[in-house]
């Protein structure tokens, strides 16, 4: 109040008053002044400590009474931008709409990117975990043989732990019937490398990490609430595994759930004895957490020099950081889409801000008198910011239920393989960060007008009668450059969106050596404690192939192992006889003689098994013309050759067949050479190929028939298409083009509103100068051309602006282009074309009004 | 009578018996000191220290309001109201106060 004291000093007036009245009092009393005085101030007490006291509780009290105020404040404006807005909520709509679809995107990708690069790996200390394995000329990669990993496990003094593992699928027996099941065999320490993997139960014990052990079995969270509803009883439960009746002692909560997707474990002493023992096979992944402090070079070397000196271990070793390895082809592409995605919110942001600030313009009269009633051109530009918020705000909440609901189609479109795509999901975190960057985004976007807003001069502005006349050249300029920046945004994302296309489009062009059409595929896999011996497999292998033709429509059926774009690589060299030295690692495929019916592969020269695919028939090869010896040699037809597996003798080539790209589209072929299947004693593990023109349903359908008739107990078996297996393989490169696509056809369609709204605005701006013009004889179509020239004007600057931009940014898509280059003439051609179609587009509303003017109405308004 | 001596009362005590004076109208600190005195017949006096700190914690917590103002005698002085939060604070801690004290003088004039 006015004629307080000031706060410094009020609490030490208010004592001083005290000890004054009390002085008086005991001076009325008789007392002589000085020794009142002095004993007014020793009954009073501390008077320091209470001036302090006092002090400090006055400053807390004019804190709260501002922290108070400030809330009453912001509550007001906060009511006042919601009547606001409620008066006209129409207005609103396009700002919160093209906002909420950009924060949408922008949450889907981010709960990709939290799931598949953020979300922690289930290993404590995962970053001291280790891939380890032995890598192969030729781009193989070989695990290590069990024998060895207890070397390791045993002597390796740099590891804190290791253990291997198979990831591999187990035939279950459920009250259902049988049902196959991915899970892994682990060896001893498996569970030791995960973070408090369990949700209850135990690990496995190093009794049963062996051949005779207990038989038990861990199983998934997720199989225990789908197979098992939840039964608290679940430990101690009974479960028939490929063949054993096991307990269950353990449940893995799903976070902790590695490899990915696995249902079950097992130790594997007791899945897979036979594995123990063949020191060649070299097929268990490997993971090891290292000792703090120790380098992977280390690691990489302890361990060879442990494996060299036993039979079948390699001289060395090497160790990959798990992230790296997990993570490595994921991160570039992903971190492209999320930049991607940035832009697309950029350009969102951009156009809303235009909007605004239009709506800004519009309303200048309301924003002259708020000013000149007293409100500071700071509470006007905060109001505005605030405004900005609260639309921010509605599109974050609008979002993110959107994108909970989008989440599922987008897993469908997600590459199945992607790592860690089960952890993909709109969590906590994803949520408060769409939430906060839409809030961020809502007040950015109310930046420029509220600038505008807070520089707006009353007086001027209430002289002005006509609606937009009178905006400052400068609101103008700005306005244009946000049509600016959004051309140049449209143009970085389609030039991206354009080249991987094109790649894709070039990949699909890509001749894969066959003819995948028509082909269905079946799986099948045998039980090893029931086919024990190769005479089992080779009959039930024969048996189908005898049964398999009458499928119908059949025109082709063969068996066959390691097919092209199933993932699986079998490499060997190949001893060519002639020759000093073996060759280089080729791939090795067994087949039936059909094979090259069914999938169409041409025979270049001679011709295939014919008949020789038995036990004791002729001991053949079918190559493909990529075989080289050392000595530079082809190999071909007569030629005779064998590989490293279970090959002693040399084999004489048939035929040579067509190269096949077996690793996929985009791979080049690598050489091929084709071993009788039956022969060779059949496998436990293989797929029948069936060439037929009906339904693929109906095919299935026999095909299974035929495979239960043969062996009841066999679970039922994953049926797919060769075109389906194909179209799999491009499920990333599918996923990143579709994404960015649909960014660049947003950010083509934002442009193209913002470019209109911009000319709409100027049009009406310069309503008296046009219609001046018209008055004085300009015609009609060249007021229309005025309007266009301008649109493509702006249109060409964003294009010059976008593609400076597009030029660097761009060279992060490098790795996932195929058949294009960077600078594709083709591609930026076409956005070119795209863009100042879209400008062309959005001048003729705008032309069209401006045409439609009556010159002398104009006039009349003066 | 024994004298209550200032450091046997309870701050809670001396912000109840503050609240109390000023039901009685409004009062700058001396007032209210002089009150409590003659109000108890001289028996509970504090410190006026301790009532400064009183009426200044009880204004940070609304418990009473203040305004500078003047004194019978032309002198500037800080008056101090209760506010409804204090006048409830008063009901509800007065009310417990006589509940304990008349457990306490239950439990002492018990048959041993």
Redesign the interface.
């Known amino acids: 109040m006015p004629g307080d004291p000031e706060p410094g000093r009020e609490v030490d007036l208010e004592l001083e008053f005290h000890l004054q009245m009390r002085t008086k009092e005991l001076v009325a009393s008789g007392m002589d002044p000085a020794r009142a005085r002095r004993q007014a101030e020793a009954e009073f007490g501390d008077i320091e400590n209470t001036r302090q006291y006092c002090r400090a509780e006055r400053r807390r009290l004019r804190r709260n009474r501002q922290w108070k105020n400030l809330l009453r404040t912001v509550r007001d404006e906060v009511i006042l931008v919601f009547r606001r807005m409620g008066r006209r909520p129409a207005a609103s709509v396009a700002p919160v709409a093209i906002l909420t679809v950009a924060v949408t995107l922008n949450a889907l990708v981010l709960s990709v990117v939290r799931g598949v690069l953020l979300s922690p790996l289930p290993f404590s200390d995962a970053e001291r975990v280790a891939v380890v394995e032995e890598v192969q000329e030729g781009g193989g990669v070989l695990g290590a043989a069990y024998p060895i990993l207890s070397e390791w496990r045993t002597q390796a003094r740099l590891l804190e732990s290791s253990a291997g593992f198979l990831d591999t699928e187990f035939p279950l027996m459920t009250r259902s019937g049988p049902m196959m099941v991915e899970g892994a065999a682990v060896t001893a320490g498996f569970f030791d490398l995960l973070s408090d993997p369990l949700s209850r139960g135990r690990t496995f014990t190093e009794a049963e990490h062996s051949v005779g052990g207990t038989p038990v079995v861990i199983i998934s969270d997720g199989f225990w609430q789908r197979v098992f509803g939840e039964d608290p009883d679940i430990i101690g439960t009974r479960l028939e595994v490929d063949g054993r009746v096991c307990e269950i002692i353990g449940v893995v909560q799903e976070r902790s759930v590695f490899p990915d997707g696995s249902q079950i474990w097992l130790p594997v002493e007791q899945a897979s004895p036979g594995l123990l023992e063949v020191p060649g096979a070299k097929i268990f992944s490997t993971r090891a957490r290292v000792r703090p402090g120790v380098g992977l070079d280390q690691v990489g070397e302890e361990l060879g020099r442990i494996s060299a000196g036993i039979v079948g271990g390699a001289p060395s070793a090497g160790a990959v950081p798990l992230s790296e390895r997990l993570l490595g082809n994921v991160q570039t592409p992903l971190r492209l889409l999320q930049g991607a995605v940035l832009l697309v919110l950029l350009a969102a942001a951009v156009n809303a801000g235009g909007l605004l600030l239009a709506r800004g313009i519009r309303r200048r009269a309301e924003t002259a008198l708020r000013i000149s009633l007293g409100a500071g051109s700071s509470r006007v530009a905060s109001s505005l910011l605030l405004e900005g918020l609260v639309l921010g705000a509605a599109a974050g909440v609008i979002g993110v239920v959107l994108a909970r609901v989008l989440l599922g189609p987008t897993l469908a479109l997600v590459p199945v393989d992607l790592p860690r795509a089960a952890q993909i999901s709109l969590d906590p975190w994803v949520v408060c960060l769409a939430l906060a960057l839409a809030c961020v985004t809502g007040v950015a976007t109310a930046a420029v007008s509220a600038f505008a807003g807070s520089r707006t001069s009353p007086a001027t502005l209430l002289r002005d009668s006509t609606p937009a006349a009178g905006s400052s050249p400068w609101l103008a300029r700005t306005m244009e450059g946000m049509v600016v920046v959004q051309v140049a945004l449209a143009v970085i994302l389609t030039a991206g969106a354009g080249l991987l296309l094109r790649s894709f489009v070039s990949t699909i062009q890509e001749d894969p050596g066959f003819d995948a059409g028509n082909v269905v595929l079946v799986n099948v896999s045998l039980p090893d404690y029931r086919y024990v011996d190769q005479a089992s497999r080779v009959a039930f292998a024969r048996g189908l192939l005898e049964r398999a033709p009458e499928i119908q429509g059949a025109q082709a059926v063969a068996l066959g192992r390691n097919l092209p774009i199933s993932g699986s690589t079998m490499m060997s060299p190949l001893r060519v006889e002639g020759s000093s030295d073996v060759t280089s690692a080729v791939q090795v495929a067994a087949v039936t003689e059909d094979y090259f019916q069914v999938l169409r592969i041409p025979f270049l020269e001679g011709t295939g098994f014919q008949g020789e695919d038995r036990e004791n028939g002729e001991r053949l090869l079918v190559v493909d013309p990529g075989i080289v010896t050392p000595e530079g040699a082809t190999l071909g037809v007569g030629g005779r050759a064998h590989s490293f597996f279970n090959d002693q003798d040399y084999r004489t080539v048939r035929g040579v067949v067509g190269a096949v790209r077996h690793r996929g589209l985009r791979v080049n072929p690598v050489p091929i050479v084709y071993e009788p299947f039956l022969q060779k004693g059949g496998a436990l593990g293989f797929t029948l190929l069936i060439r037929s023109e009906a339904p693929v349903g109906v095919v299935a359908a026999q095909a299974r028939e035929m495979i239960q008739a043969l062996d009841p107990a066999l679970p039922v078996e994953e049926v797919s298409t060769m075109s389906s297996r194909i179209s799999a393989s491009l499920a990333e490169p599918r996923f990143y083009t579709v994404a960015l696509t649909l960014f660049g056809v947003l950010a083509v369609l934002l442009a193209l509103a913002g470019c209109q709204a911009s000319l709409a605005h100027r049009v009406e701006a310069r309503r008296r100068e046009i219609g001046i013009r018209m008055a004085l004889g300009a015609t009609l179509p060249s007021v229309r051309g005025m309007v266009l020239t301008r649109g493509l004007v702006l249109t060409a600057v964003g294009i010059g602006f976008g593609v400076l931009a597009a030029i660097p940014g761009t060279r992060v898509l490098e790795a996932q282009l195929y058949g294009v280059s960077l600078g594709d003439p083709l591609t930026y051609g076409g956005v070119l074309l795209l863009l100042l179609a879209a400008g062309a587009l959005a001048s003729d509303g705008p032309a069209r009004r401006a045409a439609r003017q009556d010159p002398a109405e104009v006039l009349k308004e003066g | 009578m024994t004298k209550i001596a200032?450091n046997n009362l309870l701050r809670g005590t001396v912000d109840l018996l503050v609240l109390k004076t000023l039901m009685h109208g409004p009062k700058?600190?001396?007032a209210i000191?002089r009150w409590i005195r003659e109000g108890s017949d001289d028996l509970v006096s504090f410190?006026?220290?301790?009532l400064?700190?009183s009426l200044?914690?009880l204004?940070?917590q609304e418990m009473v309001e203040s305004?500078?103002g003047v004194?019978d005698n032309n002198?500037?002085?800080?008056f101090y109201r209760i506010t409804l939060k204090g006048k409830e604070r008063l009901e509800k801690e007065s009310s417990a106060f006589k509940t304990y004290a008349e457990a306490v003088n239950r439990l002492l004039e018990a048959e041993s």
């Open positions: 200032s700058h600190g001396f000191a410190e006026d220290a301790a400064y700190q200044h914690r204004e940070r305004s500078w004194s002198r500037r002085a800080r």
